[in-house]
């Protein structure tokens, strides 16, 4: 058999890729937004442990041992350290990497759109990719006003039980009724598995729809890196953005506080010691310049793969990729 | 029996599922960016033939189920059972009426059929795609009709009704489409 050797996008999705590259550059341009490029291979991991880094071993010259090295999850680290630097607002378009995700959505390497925006509140911010996403869709959908909503109240209306405070028992009750006996079994008495699990079941393929949809406040069990939100201590300052049912970003109003951050970076290592997965090594240059002090700001990461697929209406992440992993 | 991991999950699969050997159909890697991995996967119970869904946390296991299709020569009926034979090694098998279901309707001695095996006995039965059969009662029809608008129902000789065009005689041999029902053609 011959080598499948053609790319698995048509010309069509990749002159859109291009387009789309353009457009973007022209709008953070048009901001002074400086667009700035971070290193893929970094000396430490992520700690998240529902991501998997790829490792690499770095040989210097004539040395017998090679030292690991992490292929970057996202750029999140180093442009912070940017920001901390004083770089003001910035932007990169680079690929991430992330292992064990692969499938209609996911390709092991994909390309993220990343921005930071000093001195932005999470409404701000989320005006700004309301922007941009609306200039980008123009001319292929036609879109709604969007909407924002918070996640308490998404959740309450899709699964009939608050997030926040409903019971174990509850949540179990509310899945069986919409299908998911298994729910159960799988969950336990792990409360942001429960949500992870009907939020990306039940309630995202039902979001979106014709409109961009903001989701906000989310529960301060999945914080990810935002801020607590300062008057309200059972949600973070986290926005995540989904269109035609598809997760296309994650959004904070950045953590600042170096204690706080290494305090969630400890608790993320020892659910990785407890469940046997690597346990990387803690970003201490991240650390250190977040001790230094990063400016006020907030921050978002959109996957353009994903958007590329609504764009030109793909069903699969392969159809807008030249080369996805399998065959590249 | 082997164990597989989610992330060996493809379409034709077989797997153990509450206990009942189940085929995978398909099977979706389901991730928040920030959040555990999933996949979703559907089933198809081979016991029942019913599909079921069924979300997994990527990198869970299930038990190989011991499940082979193998094609058969359909032998005869004897009262009770529907015998069946692998034409290279003579290896004879008996179903009963809930393991051969609704095949039983589409069985002709001689045909060649799917009998799925799971641990050595069969489990179902799946006819060939289409299938020739004579009628053996029908009304007789208006003559010169050819459209073959609205049609009359007709008995074939395995006892299976199917309805055909109003042209189509008693003692003439038609091929059927298995998984719709439906009358196909006549044959010379």
């Known amino acids: ?328 | 029996m082997a164990t597989f991991s989610t992330n060996e999950f493809k379409g034709g699969l077989k797997v153990m599922v509450d206990g009942d050997p189940c085929s995978i159909i398909e099977n979706e890697f389901v991730k928040p960016g920030k959040g555990q991995a999933f996949n979703r996967v559907k089933l198809r119970n081979l016991k029942t033939g019913r599909v079921i869904e069924r979300t997994f946390k990527s990198g869970e296991t299930l038990e190989g189920a011991d499940v082979i299709d193998t094609e058969m020569q359909y032998l005869y009926n004897d009262g009770e059972q529907w015998h069946f034979m692998v034409p290279e090694s003579f290896e004879q098998y008996a179903a009963d009426a809930d393991v051969v279901g609704d095949a039983k309707k589409w069985l002709k001695e001689q045909d060649v059929c799917t009998v799925t095996l799971y641990n050595g006995a069969p489990i179902s039965v799946t006819p060939p795609n289409f299938v020739e059969l004579t009628i053996v009662e029908t009304d007789p029809g208006v003559r010169g009709d050819t459209s073959g608008g609205g049609g009359k129902p007709a008995t074939l000789d395995t006892g299976a009704v199917v309805r055909v065009p109003l042209f189509v005689q008693t003692g003439e041999v038609i091929k059927v489409d298995t998984r719709t029902g439906e009358y196909v053609s006549r044959v010379k």
């Open chain 1, 1 to 328: 058999m011959m080598a499948e050797w053609r790319p698995s996008c048509s010309l069509a999705a990749l002159k859109k890729r291009a387009a789309l590259l353009a457009e973007i550059r022209r709008f953070f341009a048009a901001r002074g937004v400086l667009e700035v490029e971070t290193p893929l291979l970094c000396q430490a991991g992520v700690t998240d442990p529902n991501l998997r880094s790829f490792t690499t071993l770095l040989h210097r010259p004539g040395a017998a041992e090679g030292e690991r090295l992490y292929l970057q999850t996202s750029p999140e680290f180093a442009m912070k350290r940017l920001l901390a630097a004083g770089s003001g607002s910035i932007y990169q378009i680079c690929k991430a990497f992330r292992n064990e995700e692969s499938g209609r959505y996911h390709n092991p390497e994909f390309t993220l759109l990343e921005w930071y925006r000093v001195g932005f509140d999470l409404v701000q911010l989320i005006d700004e990719i309301d922007e941009l996403l609306r200039e980008i869709c123009a001319e292929d959908l036609r879109l709604e006003a969007s909407e924002r909503r918070s996640y308490r109240e998404l959740f309450c209306e899709h699964i009939g039980a608050d997030p926040l405070s409903a019971s174990f028992k509850k949540l179990a009750e509310c899945s069986k009724l919409q299908g998911l006996p298994e729910a159960e079994a799988l969950c336990g008495d792990d409360r942001p598995l429960w949500l992870d699990l009907l939020f990306s079941h039940l309630v995202q393929p039902r979001l979106g729809r014709g409109r961009i949809t903001f989701v906000y406040d989310f529960p301060a069990c999945l914080p990810s890196l935002a801020r607590k939100k300062p008057d309200d201590p059972l949600v973070v300052e986290r926005v995540e953005i989904f269109l035609e049912g598809l997760e296309l970003g994650n959004g904070f109003h950045e953590l600042a506080d170096a204690v706080d951050q290494e305090e969630r970076f400890d608790r993320d290592l020892a659910v990785r010691r407890a469940s046997g997965l690597p346990v990387p090594p803690k970003d201490q240059r991240f650390l250190a310049a977040l001790g230094s002090g990063l400016p006020d700001c907030s921050g978002i990461a959109l996957g353009l793969d994903r958007l590329l697929m609504i764009l030109m209406r793909a069903e699969a992440i392969d159809d807008v990729l030249a080369f996805p992993t399998a065959r590249a």
